[in-house]
């Protein structure tokens, strides 16, 4: 190969360069060696510009990967905050209707015992005013109110009975 040739040519001329006295430096012929570098660099074969030019893009290629993973992480990330604070408005939203459930709950429990302590009160003020009318009437009347007596037992007997249900 031609290049290894220009390498030997290169090697010599530097051996064969004039010291410097007192150095160890040499003077050679700059346009001479810029010369043998131009012919390597021409005599060099394209594989080895081509891995340059690979070497160069995969770097590129890797920064470029690692730029696009960064952002999948971050978006990985946002989107795993945003399903937390969801599951905790979901959460909380369960909460409230639980505790709304249970506040109505209570609420209907207490409008039905004092519904039903309301007409227990109406129902027994009622029964006493029969019972005292039946007594007046017993008072009064004797005989001729003993058919209006069995109607007021009888409804005096259900006004009871609906007393019972109630409770």
Excluded: C
Excluded at 143 to 163: G, H, V
Aim: hydrophobic content about 35%; aromatic content about 2%; charged content about 35%.
């Amino acid at each position: 190969m031609e290049i290894f040739t220009l390498l030997e040519t290169l090697e010599d001329l530097l051996e064969k360069a004039k010291n410097i006295p007192f150095s160890s430096k040499g003077i050679i012929d700059k346009e001479e060696l810029l010369d043998i570098i131009k012919e390597i660099r021409l005599k060099l074969p394209d594989e080895l510009k081509q891995a340059k030019w690979v070497k160069e893009e995969r770097q590129r290629i890797l920064v470029e990967a690692q730029k696009e993973a960064d952002g999948i992480v971050k978006e990985a990330e946002n989107r795993i905050i945003s399903m937390i604070d969801e599951h905790e408005i979901t959460r909380k939203a369960y909460d409230q209707k639980t505790e709304i459930i249970e506040t109505a709950n209570e609420m209907s429990r207490e409008i039905s015992k004092g519904t039903k302590d309301y007409a227990d009160s109406l129902l027994q003020g009622t029964e006493a005013v029969l019972t005292e009318t039946l007594a007046n009437l017993e008072k009064n009347m004797g005989e001729a109110l003993s058919l209006m007596q069995i109607s007021l037992e009888d409804t005096i007997k259900t006004i009871q009975n609906s007393r019972k249900e109630l409770k």
